[in-house]
């Protein structure tokens, strides 16, 4: 996407100047279609069944482990986002990696 990525410092101001001035229509529809077509999109196995579980927003995953579970029984994929070491709780990485025997693929 960039030749030259930008820094930190950059991304940082760019990002206060949004959150200080706000964005335009135009500017909020162009940021999101670039984000969309960034990266990598995952293409799933038409004979999956696919399921999303957002972020409650909580602290601690106690939505996400009992849920997944539960939903363990059924025919189901259930791709998530995930991260480390997020505050005092850790992510949800940390956690799975330390039940034994648990693989965590990235």
């Known amino acids: ?3 030259n990525p930008p820094s930190f410092f950059q991304i940082g101001a760019m990002l206060m100047a949004f959150c200080l001035r706000g964005l ?6 162009t940021l999101t279609k670039s984000m969309l077509h960034s990266g990598t999109i995952q293409r ?3 004979s999956w069944r ?4 957002h972020s409650t927003g909580g602290v601690g995953d ?3 482990f009992p849920l997944t579970g539960a939903l363990s029984v059924f025919p189901l994929k259930i791709p998530m986002v995930s991260g480390r070491g997020l505050g005092h709780t850790g992510g949800t990485a940390d ?3 330390s039940i034994p025997g648990e693989l965590v693929v990235f």
């Open 62 to 64: 106690k939505v996400t």
């Open 95 to 97: 956690k799975l990696e």
């Open 50 to 53: 696919v399921v999303d579980k």
């Open 1 to 3: 996407m960039f030749n």
């Open 44 to 46: 799933w196995d038409p």
């Open 24 to 29: 335009s229509s135009r500017e909020t529809i």
